[in-house]
């Protein structure tokens, strides 16, 4: 038995089952909390959600992407993440986005800031 779907295309119906069974795993956990630099830090928990499906994650990704974006802008520092393949609600390992502390941002966008290391020489013999 299969169902045709998209361009008449003939799916079992076993592989769909698998599909939406995998899509509505909740193996995935989202976190995000906003730091401001100093001694102090004072660090605030926005949002620590688990059990989540990954379209649950996304979307709680797209909620506060824009003020993470903002945070940065204005000189703080954010950890924002998506937890995935977790095998029990505590098991952190594996992530599918993550900002940390060296990030940048222009306000709508949010990239990683890179560290590039210039060389060193060693001491040049000086002849007369």
Known sequence: MCLRLLQNQCYPLAFLTTQIKMEQEKNCAFQYAKMREGIFRDTKIVEDKSEL????????????????????????????????????????????????????????????????????????????
């Open 53 to 128: 499906t990954l379209d649950e994650a996304k979307q709680l990704w797209n909620e506060h992407f824009a003020d993470a974006a903002k945070w940065i802008k204005d000189g703080n520092t954010v950890e924002m993440v998506i937890w995935i393949n977790m095998a029990t609600p505590q098991s952190y390992r594996d992530t599918l986005q993550y900002i940390s502390t060296d990030a940048e941002s222009d306000g709508v966008s949010i990239w990683v800031t890179e560290k590039s290391y210039f060389k060193k020489y060693a001491d040049a013999m000086v002849s007369a």
